[in-house]
């Protein structure tokens, strides 16, 4: 990060000093720079952005025509440093659409900043896209789910941004979207209808239900779960919504999709590992693929 945000025409050194030090903000100047780069690289102008969650990334494997990526090149586009994300955007064409895809994507945990996290959203709002797809691996928090469910998410809590972490803290960044932004229907309810009538046709059983975003990296006790399961969430996550929120502030419509990896650990008795959720990404990512495909193919543009 080169120069912090800020919509005033001076600032102090302290603060220059202080925002480098956190290296909290991003700048529109940023998201021009990254976009511009894509675009140097790639001749595809992709209409649908897609993030590939925890052990899903080798949906990308199907696009045509791929231009591959890898993060690092981007100008300050933030490196992903977890097993099971790869690390690149794959830029080509899925059901003729053209698409830009995530493989792999970066979390609060890893020490970004939520802005940092979001900004990979800017960017493709900046290249045009207007339509996106979030996908996550989740832990059940729902005791009908069951590892290899697929489940669309209709709403979400932001239990991390009730407690003062959000992509938008800082000046606003107003050419973007506005202040204050509405997340009444943060989910898309006509991509939420499309992904219904895909996974009918195409019988892929559908959980539906309320995605809970936590900071992480340590899982869940089986207190928290309870609490978690008390105030309303069916599955549990640590991404995604920092990403819709971003989204629905520069008014990109999304769908939202969780690979259900590991059940809800109500009574303690069983350990939640990050290979469980890669193992259960290797049963959950053709039925996500083929919800993809389904749901890309109804898309109006
Ligand atoms: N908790 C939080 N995040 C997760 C889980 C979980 O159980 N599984 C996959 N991501």
């Not at 720079?33 to 080798?58: C, H, M």
């Not at 959720?277 to 996500?288: F, Q, R, S, W």
Request: proline fraction near 6%.
């Amino acid at each position: 990060m080169t120069e912090p945000y800020n919509n005033k025409t001076t600032t102090s050194s302290t603060q220059k000093q202080s925002n480098k030090m956190t290296n909290e903000w991003i700048t529109i100047d940023q998201i021009k720079d990254a976009a511009q780069f894509v675009r140097l690289n790639s001749s595809t102008e992709p209409q649908v952005g897609i993030v590939l969650g925890s052990g899903l990334g080798e949906i990308a494997e199907s696009v045509e025509n791929p231009t591959v990526i890898p993060y690092s090149n981007i100008p300050h586009w933030p490196t992903s440093t977890v097993q099971g994300h790869l690390g690149r955007l794959v830029i080509g064409y899925l059901e003729n659409r053209a698409v830009l895809i995530m493989q792999g994507r970066v979390h609060y945990y890893e020490g970004y900043s939520m802005a940092q996290v979001a900004f990979p959203v800017r960017v493709m709002q900046m290249l045009g896209i207007k339509s996106l797809i979030l996908t996550n691996a989740a832990g059940a928090v729902n005791p009908a789910y069951q590892p290899g469910d697929l489940m669309l998410i209709t709403d979400h809590i932001n239990l991390i941004g009730m407690a003062g972490l959000n992509p938008l803290r800082g000046a606003n960044l107003d050419e973007i979207g506005p202040r204050f932004p509405d997340m009444s229907q943060a989910y898309d309810r006509e991509y939420i209808r499309f992904a219904r009538l895909a996974a009918g046709e195409l019988k892929i059983p559908l959980q539906e239900g309320v995605y809970i975003c936590l900071a992480g990296p340590s899982f869940e006790t089986p207190a928290d779960l309870r609490f978690l399961r008390i105030i309303g969430a069916d599955a549990v996550g640590m991404s995604t919504v920092p990403e819709v929120i971003a989204a629905r502030h520069s008014s990109l419509r999304v769908l939202g999709i969780s690979g259900i990896s590991n059940k809800a650990n109500l009574d303690g008795n069983t350990l939640t590992t990050h290979e469980e959720v890669l193992e259960a990404g290797k049963i959950i990512a053709p039925k996500m693929m083929k919800l993809i495909s389904g749901f890309i193919q109804r898309l109006v543009l």
